[in-house]
């Protein structure tokens, strides 16, 4: 008997000595990054992390204020103090801008839906959180399901190289596809009626129907947003680390906090809960 306890005891040792060798991440916990890694994740000394305003999976609010929020945020800035560097955020007027910053390096981390376009760009992490793609109609729309979008008289717009443009058309839907610059021009044009519903993810659609008054979210879907960090070319030593780093933040539950924090809706991962 004393025999069995004592072997038991011993490979219970042994198993605790190899998940803490081989996967730091077992008890929710990483190992310091070695300054080879935060060296090739933050090369300037600084985490720099391209955001865009007005959209809950980047940032809400002026990144100076103590109000500031935004999955993109917050997840950025604790990515750095686990990296032991700065935190900097960077702000563009829209999305578009910060893809392009993050594919001449002018930046080191996004958030941003992980699509195979965009792969050829850069190289992204582990899914964080997926969010339905749907449509936002204003106040007394004659549209009221998603086939009714649909049509040849109906104007959708979506974001200026957003990956909505792309899919949209790669569904070849018959509604007139609109390009529009910033979602606070988009809030514009739906309110007075220049375009009859507007196209992304429904985190973003519920933060613009709330500053619409009367506007409604469309029921159903008609896509999918797989959100993952994306880092420039050439990073792609410290993507391992970048993922392990991730798992432990969300074991721990600080990717489910952002989510609660910014009131993010219309997710569909366990992020969320």
């Known amino acids: 008997m004393k025999t069995n306890v004592t072997r038991r005891l011993l490979s219970a040792a042994l198993i605790a000595v190899a998940c803490g060798a081989i996967l730091p991440g077992c008890a929710g916990e990483v190992a310091k990054p070695n300054a080879n890694v935060a060296q090739i994740l933050a090369p300037s000394g600084k985490l720099r992390v391209g955001l865009y305003p007005g959209s809950p999976t980047s940032i809400v609010g002026s990144p100076e204020a103590d109000s500031a929020k935004g999955v993109g945020f917050d997840l950025g800035r604790e990515l750095a103090k686990r990296l032991g560097v700065p935190f900097e955020p960077v702000v563009y007027p829209k999305n578009a801008d910060v893809l392009a910053a993050i594919k001449n390096a002018d930046v080191d981390l996004t958030l941003t839906n992980a699509t195979e376009e965009r792969a050829k760009d850069m190289q992204f992490s582990s ?109 792609e030593q410290a993507s391992a680390y970048l993922d392990q780093l991730l798992a432990a933040m969300k074991s721990q539950g600080q990717i489910g906090q952002s989510v609660k924090r910014v009131g993010l809706r219309g997710t569909l991962t366990e992020a969320a809960n």
């Open 127 to 235: 899914t964080v959180l997926e969010v339905e793609k749907g449509y936002l109609v204003p106040a007394n729309s004659r549209i009221h399901s998603l086939m009714e979008v649909d049509r040849q008289n109906v104007k959708v717009g979506v974001t200026q190289g957003s990956s909505t443009v792309y899919e949209l058309k790669e569904k070849r839907v018959s509604a007139a596809i609109v390009q529009i610059s910033t979602l606070k021009i988009a809030s514009e044009m739906l309110a007075s009626g220049q375009i009859d519903a507007f196209a992304t993810n429904k985190a973003i659609l519920y933060e613009m129907s709330d500053a619409l008054p009367g506007s409604k979210l469309l029921d159903g879907h008609w896509g999918i947003e797989r959100f993952a960090f994306a880092i420039p070319k050439g990073r």
